[in-house]
């Protein structure tokens, strides 16, 4: 294991982990749960959206766009 600059912990002895608890703030925990809420909100729609696509079998492949295509002024006014 290397620590910041790359040097072997090892070196400097043993690591020893200590038990440690906090509690937030009320407005730390209420900014926690807000960022908690948003991120699960956001996996459930990326989620949500992978599978529409997954199942529509949408293919980001470049060899699957469309041919690009030059079109005039005159031929959108044509169309339109």
């Known amino acids: ?3 910041q ?6 070196m400097f002895g043993r690591l020893e982990a200590e038990e ?5 703030s009320p407005k730390q925990s209420a900014y926690f749960n807000t960022m908690r809420r948003i991120n699960a909100y956001l996996r459930e729609e990326y989620h ?16 699957a766009w469309p041919q690009w295509s030059v ?7 044509r169309e339109n």
């Open 20 to 24: 440690v608890s906090f509690e937030l």
């Open 5 to 10: 600059t790359g040097q072997n912990t090892e």
């Open 71 to 77: 079109t005039t002024r005159s031929q959108l006014a």
């Open 1 to 3: 294991m290397l620590d």
């Open 48 to 63: 949500t959206l992978h599978e529409f696509l997954w199942r529509t079998g949408l293919s980001a492949s470049s060899s």
